[in-house]
């Protein structure tokens, strides 16, 4: 079956966006770790409108002797959890950090500490948190799965048609022999059954010639 060139272009268009953009995404959320990068999904409008609910931040380490008041840092609170606020405050001497989201009214309970540092966002990207979140859970998770597949399937089913149809142009025009029909000798067989006929010495010495 021979694709028509109309469809087989929407295939290999459709396969070059979809691998390109699954791509970029694997760079986006994977990939950035190679260079040092930590990725996190905001969760809370509490750093708006810099920081919007639904975006990813890219988180560089940084020293805590590095950050001065009004930086961004995000660091772990006492559960793990990570957060993203801004250091209003810091106390060198006790190794602490006072921090405030920005869209709140009062400062952060409890300072953090130095130790808890995980670095100074270098730059986000909005809406792409949804995303990360909605593929790392059911039923996300299914759904990247699927379109996995069709990927696959995108990029191997033209090949698997130009394959089929490569067989069927192969055999055009081969006739087999029909029962009891035998095939008639060339005038090479013919002169290699008089040569063999009358060098009966020559078989098992000329195999390579």
Known sequence: ???????????????????????????????????????????????????PV?????VKSADPTEIAVNDVITFLLPDNTPATHRVVRIDAENRHFYTKGDSNDSEDGPPVHFNNLLGRPVFVIPYLGYVAHYIQH??????????????????????????????K?????????????????????????????SSPDSVGKQKMG
């Open 1 to 51: 079956m021979k694709i028509p060139k109309g469809i087989k272009k929407a295939f290999d268009v459709a396969s070059t966006v979809i691998v390109s953009l699954v791509v970029i995404f694997a760079v986006l959320l994977v990939g950035v770790r190679l260079i040092g990068l930590k990725v996190f999904a905001v969760i809370s409008g509490s750093m708006e409108p810099d920081y």
């Open 54 to 58: 639904g975006s990813l931040i890219y």
């Open 138 to 167: 059911p039923p996300g998770l299914y759904v990247a799965i699927a379109a996995a597949a069709i990927l696959l399937v995108l990029a191997f089913l033209p090949d698997l048609f130009k394959a089929d149809g490569t067989k």
């Open 169 to 197: 142009e192969n055999g055009k025009g081969e006739t087999p022999n029909t029962e009891g029909e035998k095939p008639q000798p060339t005038d090479s067989d013919k002169t290699s059954s008089e040569e063999v006929a």
